[in-house]
Nanobody, 115 residues
Framework: QVQLVESGGGLVQAGGSLRLSCAAS????????MGWYRQAPGKQRELVAT???????IYADSVKGRFTISRDSAKNTVYLQMNSLKPEDTAVYYC?????????WGKGTLVTVSS
């Protein structure tokens, strides 16, 4: 069974930085994609960034240049370094893993950016 454990959410001032971490455990095939999605109140869940086991990345236009996704495949861990945070980044951030056509989600961690 696969589980995702997240950490790093919290309250930060606009312009500040935050780093999210997500560690996946279980029998995980080496070819996979990990990433982050977010959902703000009243809005649909949206992609933030993803990274493949080959370290190809995709970013939402809204976070390009501010957020950086990375991974440590030996630890099955994905990170999201968030810089220059804006109030509109406020959302619940969900860790995601796609492997062997299966999708797994973390419980979500709240990021609140104050102005």
């Amino acid at each position: 069974q696969v589980q995702l454990v997240e950490s790093g959410g919290g309250l930060v001032q606009a312009g500040g930085s935050l780093r999210l971490s997500c560690a996946a455990s279980g029998n995980i095939f080496s070819i996979n994609t990990m990433g982050w999605y977010r959902q703000a109140p009243g809005k649909q869940r949206e992609l933030v960034a993803t990274i493949t086991s080959g370290e190809r990345t995709i970013y939402a236009d809204s976070v390009k240049g501010r957020f950086t996704i990375s991974r440590d495949s030996a630890k099955n861990t994905v990170y999201l370094q968030m810089n220059s945070l804006k109030p509109e980044d406020t959302a619940v951030y969900y860790c995601n893993l796609i492997v062997l056509m299966m999708t797994y989600w973390g419980k979500g961690t709240l990021v609140t950016v104050s102005s």
